[in-house]
């Protein structure tokens, strides 16, 4: 019995070793890839349908093979837009190995920015705040999009291109112009010193901002207030909840003013919200990439994989933010797979053997081309601007700050 015993013992050393060197075989071909997104907290009307998007394209990235044969291992959390959370997840996900991690709010990743830079961790953001696209300062912060102050600045200056030489004061006077926003967010706030600055340039006055909150749900003081200035042109700066609030309440109360709207306050659940206001005012926006489903390059996976990784979300309930998670997604896509094929996932190789190496990257998806420097990390020199319209997202401009301001672009506006 003993030496049958033994004899089994010994046969099965050999198995073990085996079955621990399969193992370590397969996390060697695996690369560990952690999110951080919010879908309980802030600005979770739009963080949700985000977070859909992004677990959906790292599922149909492995279908194709992964980063060069090698799976993807994608964790992520809720941190319910609270940056402390936020750090405490961070810390987690680089214990387990994280080569990059996809990040979302403007607030916590501005407070982790420090941290990713000083760990060489590249941080692929769905906060497009100017402040994270100078590498001399934040060189591991990444996003596909335009940054809001290039967003708020093309959206000022297509109705002023566009709209404004249709107004019944045209040539009488200067445009009026004010911004509706949440004071305290970081994100809500990013770009104000740009949109100012661009209206100053354009001519504009400038009346006095008014806060409103992310949930807000009533905004009739706020509107008042505005009435005395009696602004021509509004900017919004939240999320679509506390935006479509907000338009309603100008329309209800007779605010004569068009509005112009942040990427994260623009998607399809803004005409739902917002009902007769949308269809009796000139609302337009920012957006980076296409609405979910439009006829654009790659569209079709992206439409494909949600109904097959998650059948249970209604087509028509999807959004433009699924298709902003899959910029994000195709760019570290690209990115690892250039820097695996160099022989170097550190974080230094992703970003000096990947991200810095694309130019005019192409990720389709109505987005423009990618570019990412070491000097600049601003992905785009400008944004294309939409509409409300007879039921439907219009194509307003496409304005390229850099074709137009090229001095401005290149010494004055990186960074803010």
Known sequence: MKNGTFLKILVSVPAVVFLMGFSTAAVAKEIRIGGIMDTTGATSDVGKDYALGMAEAWKYINSQGGINGKKVKYT?????YRIPEAITKYKLLKRLKSVAIMGWGTGDTEALSPTVNKDKLPYVSASYSAHLTDPKKSRYNLFFSSDYSTNARACITAWFDKKWPKHPDYGKRKPRFACSYHFAHPYCSAPIKAIKDQAKMLGFDVGRDVSVTLFALDTKSQIMALKKFKPDLLWHGNTTMSVSATIRDAYALGLKADHIVNNWGFDENLPRLGGEAMENMVIMGATPCAFYGQDYKNMDIVVA?????????????????????????????????????????????IMTKGFETMKNFDIGLGASPITFTA??????????????????????????????????????????
């Open 375 to 416: 000097k600049d990390h601003r992905p785009t020199t400008g944004c294309l601007v939409q509409e409300w319209k007879d039921g439907k997202f219009q194509e307003v401009a496409r304005i390229d700050l850099k074709e137009r301001w090229p001095e401005k672009w290149a010494k004055e506006w990186l960074g803010w």
């Open 76 to 80: 992520w959390f809720d941190y319910g």
């Open 305 to 349: 994989s949600a109904k097959k990784y998650n059948p249970g979300v209604p087509q028509g309930k999807r959004l433009i933010r699924t298709i902003q998670a899959w910029g994000d997604a195709f760019i570290t896509w690209e990115a690892l797979t250039r820097t695996d094929k160099a022989g170097d996932l550190s974080g230094h190789g």
